[in-house]
Each structure stands twice: as C-alpha cells, then as structure tokens.
C-alpha cells in the first residue's frame, strides 16, 4: 500500500521500533505542516493510507473528494478534525484507536511541568537571567494548596496522583459517572461546578473536546477563580469560551494561566495575546510528544493499517462502510 504520513515536524516516527510494522509498504513521511487543499491533494493524490498526528491537518470533504485513491485513514484518540461523513460517502475507513485502557503519562507529565513552571515563576525567572538581572519576584508553594481536576479520565487521574505527592488537597469536578469514580479512589469532589472555579488554587481541564464540552468553561467561572488561582489546559483550547481566558487574565481572575492548546494550531502569531502575558507560561502543545509515548500510539496507528491490509480492519468508526460491504457482499 502506498502509506503517507502527514506532519511529522523532527521526522520521528522512521527512529520508532513501531515502524517497522510498515515493511513491505510504501511510506511517505512530510516533515512540513500544509493546509492548503490545492496542495494536500497533490501530495496525496496516490496514498492509500494516511497517517494523521492527532489533529494537526483537517481533513474536509472539499479534500476528500480530490483522493480517489485513498480508502483509509488511520489515527488514534478523537477525530474532530476529519469530516466523517464525507469519508463514509467516499469509501474511505477511519480507524482510530480511542486507547481508554491506555496510560497517558506523557500529557500527565507535562501538566504537572506546567503547574511547577508557571507557580514557581520558572520560564520568567531564566528570562531575568538572560537578560542580566537576577530574581524577579516570589513564587508559591504548592504544598497545602488545592488541585482542582475538571475531568477525571486517565489522564486526570495521574494527575491528582501527582498533586496528593506534592502534598496538595485534590479536589475533582466532572460528569456524575467520573465523580463516583474519583470518589473511589479517595478524592474528594466539589458540590457543585461554582463552588469548584472558587476553591482552587490550581484548576487543571483534562476532558476530551466533543460538542457537549465546547465552552465548557465560561467567562462566568473564569470569574469566580482566585487572583492567585493558576488555570492549566493541556486539553484543548474549545473548552474555553474564545477569548475569555484572555480577558480573564486581564481582569485577574485567575492570576495566572499555563497553556499548551490554542485556537489554531501550528500557533504561527507571534502577537498571540498568550504570548505577552507575564502572568501566562505556553509551551506549543507538547504534551503528547515524546518518543515513548509516541512508540505506544503509533504502534496502533499501524496495527490499523495491517489490519486494514489483510483486510480486517479494526477500530473503526464510521462503520456504516463495514455493514454496506457486508450487505453488497451478501447480495452478490
């Protein structure tokens, strides 16, 4: 099969022992991120399988009835960016692994890197030096504080490991099934979504983008937060009202923020609101990527594909494809 995958910025997946399940296939990798249809349909006018990294390139129905060639898509966790349906009426399969089993210690990582960088003053402190003075202002402990953890999923849940280590109260507000949940595994939760924007000290989103979560986080809650409160989103941005954390910011509640999602992404402004905050540390959605975890999602991205090649694929979502063949075959 002809094989291509589509940004892979530091050309990292060929280095992985998981590519190697692509032996036999031909595999094309662009190192570049393209959004331009015109020329998304030109470099993939002979793949028949694409590999997507998350949700870096969308992928229309304007660009899916250019690849007549193309007859599967092959991605892990959720799949906003790919027009499902335009897929289904062309014949082409999205498999995507949703890896609800799996751990997500990369993303737990980096959040937890965030909350120390952005408490303790750590990116603005190093500017200070660089610039050749010395400490800038006092930091806060976290010990004693309270974690808020607004979604508890797997990711969410190492989380509030992380923060309990640290000596901090873990406090947990999500929907009622992951509240008896975190209720289970010893933490306590809010009574309520207000109460909760109210008593954190450190409120971290971890909940997946779907339309029942999109501005999730209003300006009214934004409002409710501390002015020594930090908000961290490793999620994605669409939790937040657009523009609300920005002018929350301004207003002082929260203090401060910690951010590694954005509107639009590759975040190519340098004028970027975010960006100019003293109050705001943002790194550019780093959260997944690293080698090892990219080992664990990438050796299902390619289980899908040989699956798909021998002709039982797995993992799929739109599989109203699946029951049509099932029934031209039965016909015939």
Same mark, same amino acid.
């Given at each position: 099969?002809?094989?291509?995958?589509?940004?892979?910025?530091?050309?990292?997946?060929?280095?992985?022992?998981?590519?190697?399940?692509?032996?036999?296939?031909?595999?094309?990798?662009?190192?570049?991120?393209?959004?331009?249809?015109?020329?998304?349909?030109?470099?993939?006018?002979?793949?028949?399988?694409?590999?997507?990294?998350?949700?870096?390139?969308?992928?229309?129905?304007?660009?899916?009835?250019?690849?007549?060639?193309?007859?599967?898509?092959?991605?892990? =966790?959720?799949?906003?960016?790919?027009?499902?349906?335009?897929?289904?009426?062309?014949?082409?399969?999205?498999?995507?692994?949703?890896?609800?089993?799996?751990?997500?210690?990369?993303?737990?990582?980096?959040?937890?890197?965030?909350?120390?960088?952005?408490?303790?003053?750590?990116?603005?402190?190093?500017?200070?030096?660089?610039?050749?003075?010395?400490?800038?202002?006092?930091?806060?402990?976290?010990?004693?504080?309270?974690?808020?953890?607004?979604?508890?999923?797997?990711? @969410?849940?190492?989380?509030?490991?992380?923060?309990?280590?640290?000596?901090?109260?873990?406090?947990?507000?999500?929907?009622?099934?992951?509240?008896?949940?975190?209720?289970?595994?010893?933490?306590?939760?809010?009574?309520?979504?207000?109460?909760?924007?109210?008593?954190?000290?450190?409120?971290?989103?971890?909940?997946?983008?779907?339309?029942?979560?999109?501005?999730?986080?209003?300006?009214?809650?934004?409002?409710?937060?501390?002015?020594?409160?930090?908000?961290?989103?490793?999620?994605?941005?669409?939790?937040?009202?657009?523009?609300?954390?920005?002018?929350?910011?301004?207003?002082?509640?929260?203090?401060?923020?910690?951010?590694?999602?954005?509107?639009?992404?590759?975040?190519?402004?340098?004028?970027?609101?975010?960006?100019?905050?003293?109050?705001?540390?943002?790194?550019?959605?780093?959260?997944?990527?690293?080698?090892?975890?990219?080992?664990?999602?990438?050796?299902?991205?390619?289980?899908?594909?040989?699956?798909?090649?021998? @002709?039982?694929?797995?993992?799929?979502?739109?599989?109203?494809?699946?029951?049509?063949?099932?029934?031209?075959? =039965?016909?015939?």
């Amino acid at each position: 099969m002809n094989v291509t995958i589509l940004d892979d910025y530091f050309d990292t997946l060929r280095g992985l022992p998981c590519f190697q399940k692509l032996k036999g296939h031909s595999v094309t990798i662009w190192n570049d991120h393209v959004q331009d249809v015109d020329a998304l349909a030109e470099r993939l006018r002979d793949t028949e399988a694409l590999v997507l990294i998350r949700e870096r390139t969308q992928i229309t129905a304007q660009l899916i009835a250019r690849l007549p060639k193309l007859r599967l898509i092959s991605q892990r =966790s959720v799949y906003p960016h790919i027009d499902i349906n335009a897929c289904t009426k062309h014949g082409v399969i999205v498999s995507s692994n949703q890896h609800s089993g799996s751990p997500s210690y990369a993303a737990a990582e980096l959040t937890w890197g965030l909350v120390i960088a952005a408490m303790r003053q750590i990116p603005q402190q190093m500017r200070s030096l660089q610039s050749g003075h010395w400490q800038i202002g006092v930091g806060r402990s976290l010990r004693g504080r309270t974690l808020g953890i607004y979604g508890y999923g797997r990711i @969410g849940a190492e989380v509030a490991r992380y923060g309990a280590a640290f000596g901090m109260n873990v406090l947990v507000w999500a929907r009622e099934t992951s509240l008896e949940k975190a209720r289970k595994d010893g933490w306590n939760t809010a009574p309520n979504k207000r109460a909760f924007f109210e008593t954190c000290d450190v409120l971290s989103l971890h909940m997946r983008l779907v339309p029942d979560t999109r501005d999730i986080v209003t300006a009214e809650d934004l409002s409710r937060m501390k002015t020594s409160a930090l908000l961290v989103n490793t999620s994605r941005s669409g939790l937040i009202e657009q523009g609300a954390l920005e002018r929350a910011l301004v207003a002082g509640r929260p203090g401060m923020a910690a951010v590694d999602v954005y509107d639009e992404e590759p975040l190519s402004d340098p004028q970027h609101p975010l960006l100019h905050m003293s109050n705001v540390v943002c790194t550019p959605h780093i959260g997944y990527v690293t080698e090892d975890e990219y080992e664990i999602q990438f050796s299902d991205i390619f289980d899908q594909i040989v699956a798909y090649a021998i @002709g039982r694929p797995i993992n799929v979502v739109n599989t109203d494809i699946l029951n049509a063949e099932a029934s031209d075959h =039965s016909r015939a």
